[in-house]
């Protein structure tokens, strides 16, 4: 066992203990934020007391952290990069350790950022010229380390001076624009990870192709070769790509619907969803009332009350599930399911993968009646089923259906759906999802 460092250990206050390790979060962008935070603490104290806080001292540790942030968060970045490659079928590689010299690192990630989704120049854009500037004065770290290079050289003889205001502006906008970039970077993960890509279309670019695809039922016209081939030219991309990236919009709930396919809801159809939000308004009879009217009940009564809601909750209960019995299929409830639990996500690509899932767990529940009654009448309490089935609806393309069933059940002026395929602007899909 390692003996106990008296320096570098824990003591008290608990509340001063950093951890550190295996005890910490160990990571590029963990080590980035606490140097980037070091410089901002001390350019903050440096210009609140210009003469308490001499600059000329504290300018070496305050660019030493900056740069030192930035080249650590460029290495993360390609780490990132690394992964995202592999899950195309990719290889990069990049001395991630060996490397300090920051033009070297940072011209690496710009070419293979690009290179790969051509939605990381907008940001690259705006971050290059100060990581550029970082490079020129300062390329490997040594220049705010000492005062003079390995070669007996004076550091900074052709800058001479440096303004504390100038850096904390610079360095703030490029802080905030480097966390764009681990944003784009995370969602670039998550997005690659649904599958949803062609060895040089990623999704967004699928998504453009979709948009200028005339319908399918135009594809057997003579102008469609022609439309085809200035697509293929435009995209950079073989006769086997193309045929690639349809087959993926044709099976696609998102894109699908550009070239006019309709892809059928998982494991649900129109005639079960109605029979089934039949049963939901039966027993959420006051929904619409609970939404908007609050509820008075005397101290005297409740009790009563309380009894009476639950005996009466209990009868509507068995006669719904003693209907529901002879009806519900794994299927069904699979689809009722995956419907619910993932309205709330920005990939229709977990909605196929959610089914997969929840149809697996519903054939093994089948086999128990008493689970099987469970797991539905779990949905049925449930107070927002009808309106998180409802985006889901919308959200792959069944506002027919969507908007039907509103005006079925008269819960318009309760959810405020607007009557257009429009209403798919309740998803609040980051920018990075499009093309810019």
Not at 181 to 198: A, D
Request: charged share 25%; aromatic share 12%; hydrophobic share 40%.
């Amino acid at each position: 066992m390692m003996k106990k460092n008296a320096t570098f250990s824990g003591g008290e206050p608990a509340l001063a203990n950093a951890c550190v390790g295996n005890n910490g979060s160990v990571g590029f962008e963990h080590y980035a934020k606490g140097f980037s935070q070091s410089a901002n603490m001390l350019i903050d104290q440096a210009l609140s007391d210009l003469c308490t806080y001499p600059v000329d001292f504290l300018i070496y540790p305050v660019c030493f952290n900056m740069r030192h942030s930035v080249e650590l968060r460029l290495k993360g970045a390609i780490q990132s990069l690394i992964n995202l490659a592999a899950i195309r079928g990719q290889r990069l590689e990049f001395d991630l350790t060996g490397s300090h010299d920051i033009g070297r690192i940072w011209d690496f990630f710009k070419k293979n950022s690009e290179g790969f989704d051509n939605r990381y120049k907008g940001i690259n854009d705006q971050v290059s010229p100060t990581i550029q500037d970082i490079a020129e004065v300062d390329a490997t770290g040594q220049t705010f380390r000492y005062p003079y290079s390995i070669e007996s050289q004076k550091h900074l003889v052709d800058v001479s001076v440096i303004n504390f205001l100038t850096l904390k502006t610079k360095f703030n906008a490029l802080e905030k624009n480097l966390d764009r970039l681990l944003s784009l970077s995370e969602y670039l993960t998550e997005e690659y990870s649904r599958g949803s890509f062609t060895k040089n279309l990623s999704r967004a670019q699928l998504f453009q192709l979709a948009s200028e695809l005339p319908t399918i039922n135009k594809w057997r016209e003579p102008s469609f070769k022609d439309k085809k081939n200035d697509l293929r030219t435009q995209l950079n991309i073989s006769n086997n790509e193309f045929t690639k990236a349809i087959n993926i919009i044709k099976n696609h709930y998102e894109m699908a619907p550009l070239i006019g396919i309709s892809i059928e809801l998982p494991g649900l159809d129109r005639d079960f969803l109605i029979w089934f939000f039949t049963q939901w308004n039966k027993y959420h009879h006051d929904a619409k009332e609970k939404t908007t009217t609050p509820t008075v009940t005397t101290s005297g009564s409740l009790v009563d009350n309380f009894f009476e809601r639950l005996a009466e909750s209990h009868q509507l209960k068995a006669a719904i599930w003693e209907d529901t019995s002879a009806i519900l299929t794994p299927e069904y409830l699979a689809g009722l399911e995956t419907m619910f639990y993932h309205s709330n996500e920005i990939f229709s690509e977990i909605f196929t993968s959610g089914y997969k899932r929840a149809l697996r767990n519903a054939n093994v529940i089948f086999k128990a009646p008493e689970n099987t009654k469970g797991s539905f009448m779990h949905l049925l309490d449930k107070t927002n089923c009808f309106s998180n089935i409802l985006k889901g609806l919308f959200f792959l393309h069944h506002e027919g259906l969507a908007i039907e069933l509103i005006e079925r059940f008269d819960f318009e002026g309760v959810y405020h759906w607007q009557k257009k395929a429009e209403t798919r602007e309740l998803f609040e899909l980051p920018a990075f999802a499009y093309l810019t």
